[in-house]
């Protein structure tokens, strides 16, 4: 059985050397490497103070004689909340010319303001103050990666941004912001990210620097710049993710079977169990789990804010923040986006739609719109965000 084994073990081997994503992915790992100094392990970069660099390789193909490249990075830390994903696209005469492009476009990119971070090399402070919170962070933010501009000095785009930014940070200890633009002839791309999250009111700032400063006549051009920050204190929030998604998801596996009140109640205090008595961390868990489905399922478009209800009466007020300042409701968009690309039954989902805030709200507007004789479709409507409410006093923004 062992001399089987050892022959089968051989095959793989074989079969992997002649796989050209297996070569380009060592090419990318090897290259990079040699800039980093690091320790190549398990097909990965160690690198000092607890980071890690993987590498996979999305496409690799050919057109006209030139070899074009996807190659993805994705970067681990035990402070990261979530991995920093960059994908990167390249290109060259051959295999070994776009993996060392992909290498270049990431270092300069995403690293150098990682490296910039981890050495504390010329931190701006951002101050960040929500919901009678303050955070103090450091911004590391150097290079921008151009492709086809010419004869134009590099604009620093995160300063388009600056008065925006604090709005977006909350208690996590690290943030990181992409921003990415793009333009040939009439078509543009622009595109705002925190922490992997598309943030759809952030653009508006681009578009006129787009316009008129963007020259694409003849070429495709892009602009991409990072900036890394760093919350000065330690996270100190008291749950983790790994317990949020483990309730969301046994939470939403309950939510498509409930018929009555009962159920729902019962469904309520299970949650409680599951989030080891968390009452607020739970509420949060109820109220977003059908708004994230109904922004998925029904077709309206919603912006990036947030708005806590506080008070009774008269004395009710409206607190905006943004939703990357509330650290769950991307945890419960994971378990969510999840649970539909399990293909789920129409009946489970509607079943979950139907108890959220938005869902009535859509449905009042288009009945409000039919008496009119007027015809409105979901995606005719935008809302500014999430309006909740959480009933336990000492409620607290993580």
């Given at each position: 059985?062992?001399?089987?084994?050892?022959?089968?073990?051989?095959?793989?081997?074989?079969?992997?050397?002649?796989?050209?994503?297996?070569?380009?992915?060592?090419?990318?790992?090897?290259?990079?490497?040699?800039?980093?100094?690091?320790?190549?392990?398990?097909?990965?970069?160690?690198?000092?103070?607890?980071?890690?660099?993987?590498?996979?390789?999305?496409?690799?193909?050919?057109?006209?004689?030139?070899?074009?490249?996807?190659?993805?990075?994705?970067?681990?830390?035990?402070?990261?909340?979530?991995?920093?994903?960059?994908?990167?696209?390249?290109?060259?005469?051959?295999?070994?010319?776009?993996?060392?492009?992909?290498?270049?476009?990431?270092?300069?990119?995403?690293?150098?303001?990682?490296?910039?971070?981890?050495?504390?090399?010329?931190?701006?402070?951002?101050?960040?103050?929500?919901?009678?919170?303050?955070?103090?962070?450091?911004?590391?933010?150097?290079?921008?990666?151009?492709i086809g501009v010419k004869d134009k000095p590099p604009t620093m785009l995160v300063n388009f941004l600056r008065t925006?930014?604090?709005?977006?940070?909350?208690?996590?200890?690290?943030?990181?912001?992409?921003?990415?633009?793009?333009?040939?002839?009439?078509?543009?791309?622009?595109?705002?990210?925190?922490?992997?999250?598309?943030?759809?009111?952030?653009?508006?700032?681009?578009?006129?620097?787009?316009?008129?400063?963007?020259?694409?006549?003849?070429?495709?051009?892009?602009?991409?710049?990072?900036?890394?920050?760093?919350?000065?204190?330690?996270?100190?929030?008291?749950?983790?993710?790994?317990?949020?998604?483990?309730?969301?998801?046994?939470?939403?596996?309950?939510?498509?079977?409930?018929?009555?009140?009962?159920?729902?109640?019962?469904?309520?205090?299970?949650?409680?169990?599951?989030?080891?008595?968390?009452?607020?961390?739970?509420?949060?868990?109820?109220?977003?789990?059908?708004?994230?489905?109904?922004?998925?399922?029904?077709?309206?478009?919603?912006?990036?804010?947030?708005?806590?209800?506080?008070?009774?009466?008269?004395?009710?007020?409206?607190?905006?923040?943004?939703?990357?300042?509330?650290?769950?409701?991307?945890?419960?968009?994971?378990?969510?986006?999840?649970?539909?690309?399990?293909?789920?039954?129409?009946?489970?989902?509607?079943?979950?739609?139907?108890?959220?805030?938005?869902?009535?709200?859509?449905?009042?507007?288009?009945?409000?719109?039919?008496?009119?004789?007027?015809?409105?479709?979901?995606?005719?409507?935008?809302?500014?965000?999430?309006?909740?409410?959480?009933?336990?006093?000492?409620?607290?923004?993580?």
């Amino acid at each position: 059985m062992g001399i089987f084994k050892k022959k089968n073990n051989q095959k793989t081997e074989e079969v992997q050397a002649l796989d050209p994503k297996v070569e380009v992915k060592n090419a990318v790992l090897e290259g990079l490497n040699a800039k980093l100094n690091g320790t190549l392990y398990d097909d990965c970069i160690i690198m000092p103070k607890g980071f890690t660099i993987d590498v996979q390789v999305g496409k690799l193909d050919e057109s006209d004689g030139v070899k074009i490249l996807q190659t993805v990075f994705i970067i681990k830390h035990d402070d990261f909340d979530e991995p920093l994903i960059e994908p990167v696209d390249s290109q060259g005469q051959d295999e070994t010319e776009a993996a060392n492009m992909a290498v270049e476009i990431f270092f300069g990119g995403v690293w150098h303001p990682l490296d910039q971070s981890i050495n504390k090399k010329n931190p701006i402070h951002v101050p960040v103050d929500f919901l009678r919170q303050h955070y103090d962070f450091d911004m590391y933010c150097q290079s921008v990666v151009r492709i086809g501009v010419k004869d134009k000095p590099p604009t620093m785009l995160v300063n388009f941004l600056r008065t925006e930014i604090p709005k977006y940070l909350g208690s996590k200890k690290y943030y990181w912001l992409r921003i990415y633009l793009a333009k040939y002839k009439e078509k543009k791309i622009i595109e705002v990210r925190i922490n992997g999250s598309v943030c759809v009111e952030l653009p508006k700032y681009f578009e006129e620097y787009v316009e008129k400063e963007m020259h694409a006549e003849e070429t495709f051009v892009s602009e991409k710049q990072y900036a890394i920050f760093v919350q000065r204190e330690d996270d100190q929030c008291p749950f983790n993710k790994e317990l949020v998604m483990n309730a969301a998801k046994e939470t939403i596996k309950t939510m498509e079977k409930i018929n009555n009140h009962e159920e729902y109640v019962a469904m309520a205090d299970k949650l409680e169990e599951l989030v080891e008595g968390d009452k607020n961390l739970a509420a949060e868990i109820r109220v977003f789990i059908p708004e994230i489905f109904a922004k998925f399922t029904l077709g309206y478009r919603e912006g990036d804010s947030l708005f806590l209800i506080e008070g009774e009466g008269d004395d009710q007020q409206n607190l905006e923040f943004k939703k990357t300042q509330l650290r769950t409701y991307f945890y419960l968009q994971q378990a969510v986006l999840e649970f539909l690309s399990t293909s789920p039954s129409q009946e489970s989902v509607t079943r979950i739609v139907t108890n959220s805030v938005a869902f009535r709200e859509l449905k009042r507007a288009i009945d409000t719109a039919k008496e009119k004789g007027q015809e409105l479709k979901p995606s005719d409507l935008y809302v500014p965000g999430t309006s909740y409410k959480i009933g336990h006093e000492g409620y607290r923004v993580w």
